[in-house]
Structure formats: structure tokens, C-alpha cells
């Protein structure tokens, strides 16, 4: 099953190659007219030095010049063409796996958000179409035509043959020891740099924390000991490529004058003529310019590589669905959580065990239960951010991973514990940045979370350019306008989990008339509460403690059994339930 598995992420990559393979071949034959008209330069010299020197003749050599010139002229034109088709099939190859890629980018940040330095499909491509577009290609494709020019060699003379290939074997000797070297050091190299790249925007996400702690000089010493690791690596790859290369360059010079020491030996014993000894130089050096092309670039085939067999396992791990989906009606009766259990991503303990309630339409439950007891996490598993363990959450009966994502979006109104908006205006924001979105939609999500008077006092109103994270708006007026963001085209279920943490008693006034405009247009709410104010919205509580549900059903029953009298004896065994601002 793994092999099978394996093959079909390799038959993925494999697929979109196969759609440039016209592309492909047309580099192969470029790259053969290119190695064959090396031998211009070589044919040209042994020519002049045997027959237009010994018989001056001047107009035989004009003719050669001429026709060295055209082939040149073919030459480059070649060399230009096979560039221009590489970077021509690295973009084909970018269109053809990009959506596929940012697919598994969103599916890796919800399930495996540890890995965000680590592992990035995006990165990994980026990769493949930078070294498919490079010089590195090229001098792969050229790497067998070091036997065509062996072979010419030894046409000429056996002698000849075999110094060239002595030199061919230890310079894949060389190539050997490059690729082991380069392969280590560079996975140490990209190891430092996620290290570094996430200490780096921790500084930026969580600045002001940092400065208001006097965190700066542990940040920076931290980030430093990273650089510092990266820059070691780096400089350990370096100085492997540069002295792999910088030998290769020494023997491939040295082989050269070794084949003009033979040639010289084979014209004294009358074997040979004196162009054959030049010509024969260059064709030596031209047959190992390809492995110097090699080692030079083998980093960039390393990463490459590298990236393939990355891209590979989470084509593998996370298949593309083998047909479309049928689009199923809107949900607009049930929410039905049964026996669900939890495990965050990336994690083995469990957060959620065997939680199971039903809603109807209409209906809104208050969750309650004390701080890491699985609140949040019962959310984002209704939600469906979180895979289920075992269990499964059904809308009017069908399991919610029967929805593609982003119709099953469609319903949902999401306000997660820490708001988070995005660059853009509040319009886009509320709008969740659908394109050309009804002006009529915007204000009528915004009115029903009681913010559209806000916006209109802003600057710009729903123009307004809130930044990254919503840095131009206060905590209270983020939260807001995420509420509206919800409520947006009226989701049947709609999630909030600490919806009043920064609201004032006015926002929490309109968070309470939002709540109960979803119930009477037949909606259903799930909402985190540590407040109890905000619970005369809700009909349902459900407390949950240590990630198992104790107590479901109305409100005021369950209210009854988990909060007591401050003093009284803590007979339901549960946490009191603060009476104001406090954390439950």
C-alpha cells in the first residue's frame, strides 16, 4: 500500500512533465545540434594547422572561416532556443501543479502548522521551476555526450581514448563526493534557515509583546545563535562546491595537457599530425566541461531534488479527490456532533473525547467548562478545521467531509478566539474578499452584528484599509467586524468562541441581538462563553471539562448544576463559573 501510495505522488509530478514532454524532447535535440557543433572549433584548428598552413592556401581558409561562422551562429541560436524552451516548460510545469500546491499548502497549515518553516509546497515548486529554468538542466543533458566526444577521441587515436576516459573516471569521482557533500550540508543549510525565518517573524508578529516585556536582547541573542548556525552551514557547502569545482578545474586542465603530452609523442613517432594535437586538446577539454557544468550546479540539483521527493510525499499523503463532488443542499435543520473525539494537529494527546449533542434549527448552545478543558477544540472540530479521531459532525445528516471545503464554507460563520482579519478593506473583510460582493450583502451583515454605525465613523468607512491583522482597527473593533464577517450571507451554523472577550457592554448588546437574529431566521449557534451576560442569548448549555461533555441541555438546568454560591460546597464538582469578567 505505501509503494502504491508513493507511486501515485511520484505519477502526479511524473503527469505534469508528461505535458511538457514535446517541450522536453525539443531541449534533448537542441542539446545534441549544441555538443555537435562543439566540434566546429576542434575541426576548424586541426584543418588550418594540415592544410591551409602546410599549402598556403589563403582561400581555403576564407571558405572555413566563413563556414565556422554560420556554424557559430547556429550555435548560439541553439543555445539561446534551449534556454528559452527550459524556462518556457519550468513556467508550464509551475501552472500545471500550482493549484494542487496551495491545495496541500492549507490542508499542511491546518494539519501540521508546527511544520510551517519546515514544510512549504510552494517553496518546494518555487524550487523546481528556479532549477529547471537555470543552467543546470543543460549541463545534466550534456553529461552523456561526454561518450560522443570520448568516442571521436578514439577515432583518432586509442592513446587518446584512454587518457580522456582516466580522467572521466575520477572526475565522476568528484561528482560522487559532490553529491554526498552537497546533500548533507544543504539539508543542514535549510533546517538553519526555517529556524531562522521563524525566530524572525515571531519578532515581527508578536513586537509589541516583546517590547512591553523587555524581550528584545533574548529575541535578537536567539535569532543570532540561528543566523549564526545558517551562516556555518552555508559557508561548510560553500566551501565544499568551491573545492570540488576548483579541482575539477585543476584535472580537467591538467588532462588537457596530458592528451597534448600524448598527441606531442604520437607526432614525434609520425602517428599524428600537428593539428591533430590541438584539436585533440580542446576535444579533451570539451568532453569534461560537462562535469565541471555539473558540480558547479549540483546544488541547485540537490535542492531540486530534494523538493521532488518532498512534493512527492504530500501528493502522496494528501491525494487530489478523483471526482467532483456533488453539491449538496444547504444545510438548514440539523447539527448533529457524534462521539467526537480530538487530537490538535501534529499532536498525540487528546483534547476532545466521545463528545456528542444535537441541535435543530433555531436553537443556540452556550459551551462553558474551565480554561484548557476543550472548548475551542469542540469548535474547531464542528467546524471541521480539526479531523476527527473517531466520531464525525453531520449537517441534516450528512457528514461534513462530504462537502468540498469551500462550499461547506459557504454555511459556516466563523469568529475564532483570536481575531484575525487580513490586509485589505473592511468591505473585503466582511465580504471574506469574494469578488465584486453585493454592497447590499455587506451592510446587512454588518447591521446585523450592530456594527454598521461604527464603520460609518471611521475614516474611509468600509474603505477603510485595516492592514495585516487588522493593525489599523482596537481589539473591540476587530472582533466587530469579524462578527459581521459570520454573519455574512447568513451561514445556517455559526461559530463563536469568545465572541465578547474585547467588547464593551454595547458590543455585547449587539452581540446578543446578533445571536438571536440567526435563531430567528432559523439558524443554529455554538458559542464559547466565560461570561454568563452573554448566555441569555442562548437556549442550550454545554459544559465540557477535561475534554468530555458532564452536563447538556437547557440553559438554566445546566447553569444550576455548574455554578454555586461563592462559600457553598462544591457538591457538582465541577469549576464555579465567575459571575463577571472572570475565566470559567
Not at 516583546?210 to 561548510?236: F, N
Not at 473583510?429 to 451592510?443: Q, S, T, W, Y
Not at 449587539?510 to 454568563?532: K, T
Request: glycine residues 10%; positive net charge; aromatic residues 6%.
Amino acid at each position: 500500500m505505501m509503494n502504491l501510495r508513493s507511486r501515485l505522488g511520484e505519477s502526479e509530478l511524473r503527469q505534469a512533465l508528461g505535458r511538457v514532454r514535446g517541450g522536453l524532447w525539443g531541449i534533448v535535440a537542441l542539446s545534441a545540434m549544441v555538443n555537435i557543433l562543439m566540434l566546429t572549433g576542434s575541426i576548424y584548428l586541426m584543418l588550418v594547422y594540415d592544410r591551409v598552413l602546410p599549402g598556403q592556401h589563403q582561400a581555403t581558409l576564407i571558405s572555413l572561416f566563413l563556414m565556422v561562422i554560420v556554424a557559430f551562429a547556429f550555435y548560439g541560436a541553439f543555445d539561446v532556443m534551449r534556454s528559452r524552451m527550459l524556462a518556457d516548460v519550468a513556467a508550464s510545469l509551475d501552472n500545471s501543479l500550482v493549484g494542487r500546491v496551495q491545495q496541500i499548502e492549507g490542508r499542511v497549515a491546518l494539519e501540521r502548522p508546527d511544520a510551517k518553516e519546515l514544510v512549504s509546497p510552494t517553496r518546494d515548486l518555487d524550487q523546481l521551476r528556479s532549477f529547471i529554468a537555470s543552467a543546470g538542466p543543460p549541463a545534466l543533458i550534456d553529461l552523456p555526450w561526454m561518450i560522443f566526444f570520448l568516442l571521436v577521441l578514439t577515432l583518432v587515436h586509442y592513446w587518446l581514448g584512454v587518457v580522456t576516459l582516466v580522467g572521466m573516471i575520477v572526475l565522476a569521482g568528484l561528482t560522487v563526493a559532490a553529491e554526498r557533500i552537497n546533500a548533507r550540508h544543504l539539508a543542514a543549510v535549510n533546517v538553519a534557515g526555517a529556524r531562522r525565518r521563524s525566530l524572525g517573524d515571531r519578532r515581527w508578529r508578536h513586537a509589541e509583546l516583546i517590547a512591553g516585556l523587555g524581550m528584545r536582547q533574548r529575541m535578537v541573542a536567539q535569532w543570532h545563535i540561528a543566523h549564526t548556525t545558517m551562516l556555518r552551514e552555508q559557508a561548510a557547502l560553500t566551501d565544499a562546491t568551491s573545492t570540488l569545482t576548483g579541482v575539477s578545474k585543476v584535472l580537467r586542465m591538467l588532462l588537457q595537457s596530458a592528451v597534448l603530452t600524448v598527441g606531442a609523442v604520437l607526432v614525434i613517432d609520425g602517428k599524428a599530425t600537428a593539428g591533430v594535437i590541438f584539436a585533440s586538446a580542446i576535444l579533451a577539454g570539451r568532453a569534461l566541461a560537462p562535469v565541471d557544468a555539473a558540480i558547479a550546479n549540483w546544488r541547485g540539483f540537490v535542492g531540486a531534488r530534494q523538493s521532488w521527493s518532498r512534493l512527492s510525499n504530500l501528493l502522496r499523503q494528501l491525494p487530489a479527490p478523483t471526482q467532483a463532488r456533488t453539491t449538496l443542499p444547504p444545510p438548514a435543520q440539523t447539527l448533529s456532533v457524534e462521539h467526537l473525539t480530538l487530537t490538535p494537529p501534529a499532536a498525540t494527546r487528546t483534547t476532545v473525547s466521545d463528545a456528542s449533542f444535537r441541535l435543530q434549527a433555531g436553537q443556540a448552545v452556550g459551551i462553558l467548562g474551565p480554561s484548557g478543558s476543550g472548548k475551542s477544540s469542540l469548535v474547531r472540530g464542528v467546524i471541521g478545521a480539526w479531523k476527527p479521531a473517531r466520531g464525525c459532525v453531520r449537517l441534516d445528516g450528512a457528514t461534513i467531509d462530504q462537502w468540498d471545503a469551500d462550499q461547506l464554507g459557504a454555511h459556516i460563520g466563523y469568529l475564532p478566539q483570536s481575531v484575525e482579519l487580513f490586509a485589505g478593506t473592511i468591505a473585503q473583510n466582511i465580504a471574506r474578499f469574494e469578488p465584486d460582493a453585493p454592497g447590499d450583502l455587506v451592510f446587512a451583515a454588518a447591521r446585523a452584528a450592530g456594527v454598521h454605525d461604527l464603520i460609518l465613523q471611521l475614516p474611509d468607512g468600509y474603505d477603510l484599509e485595516v492592514g495585516e491583522d487588522g493593525g489599523q482597527l482596537s481589539a473591540g473593533q476587530r472582533q466587530r467586524i469579524a462578527l459581521a464577517r459570520a454573519l455574512y450571507r447568513d451561514p445556517f451554523l455559526v461559530v463563536l468562541d469568545e465572541p465578547n472577550s474585547n467588547l464593551d457592554h454595547e458590543g455585547e448588546a449587539a452581540l446578543i441581538r446578533a445571536v438571536q437574529h440567526v435563531r430567528e431566521r432559523g439558524g443554529i449557534v455554538l458559542m464559547v462563553a466565560h461570561r454568563p451576560a452573554i448566555l441569555a442569548a442562548v437556549d442550550l448549555a454545554l459544559f465540557i471539562r477535561g475534554g468530555a461533555v458532564q452536563a447538556f441541555g437547557p440553559r438554566d438546568e445546566v447553569l444550576a448544576k455548574v455554578i454555586r454560591p461563592r462559600g457553598a460546597p462544591d457538591t457538582a464538582n465541577v469549576a464555579v463559573l465567575p459571575q463577571r469578567g472572570g475565566s470559567a
